[in-house]
């Protein structure tokens, strides 16, 4: 099974329709994310045949690379190609994050994925991208488990920052005690 699975929250057709890729790109990903890279890969690489311009599929071709071959680097150099051939596609920076996260570059990978967050909010494979960098970066304090209540309680509060409605939920709810607690003292 493939490792992009857990990124884009593989539930059958589903996820498929809210990408709004072609079908037979569509079909691809599916390939990918039941664990046939050789079978994905070829079918990206013959939409690509008729298509080079495909950002979506390019995209598509360097996570199976990453993750089928573990060639990084070639890998990086086609999300970097699909990025290069729509900017304003998220498909290419979800597909080079993904890629420098398989690779080891934690920071370079979020960086890319916050670029795609910026450009499509509600991109299924978004939500999914980022646990995987929370899985994959160390724990706020290093002496202690990840699955530690003060580590998980600090992971929480570090990625407020991603989103903005519940930092201002959090606000509120701080001032707000804050302001009880100063009624009562008082």
């Not at 597909?95 to 934690?106: D, E, M, S």
């Not at 890319?112 to 910026?118: F, G, Q, S, Y």
């Amino acid at each position: 099974m493939s490792e992009l699975r857990h990124l884009l929250e593989y539930r059958g057709e589903h996820i498929f329709t809210t990408l709004g890729a072609c079908p037979s790109v569509c079909a691809a990903y599916k390939l990918l994310l039941d664990g046939e890279h050789e079978a994905a890969e070829e079918r990206f690489r013959r939409i690509l045949k008729d298509d080079p311009r495909d950002n979506e599929a390019l995209a598509g071709l360097a996570i199976c690379v990453a993750e089928g071959g573990g060639r990084f680097l070639t890998a990086e150099k086609l999300a970097k190609q699909a990025v290069k051939l729509d900017k304003s596609s998220a498909a290419g920076y979800i597909g080079l994050g993904y890629v420098n996260l398989l690779g080891g570059r934690i920071e370079e990978g979020f960086k890319h994925l916050m670029k795609a967050k910026h450009l499509a909010p509600r991109d299924p494979r978004l939500h999914q991208g980022f646990a995987l960098y929370d899985r994959e970066r160390p724990p706020v304090i290093a002496g202690l488990s990840r699955k530690h209540p003060v580590n998980q309680v600090l992971n929480e509060a570090r990625n407020l920052k991603r989103n903005p409605r519940a930092m201002a939920l959090v606000v509120a709810a701080v001032v707000g005690g804050l302001y009880l607690a100063g009624s009562l003292v008082v």
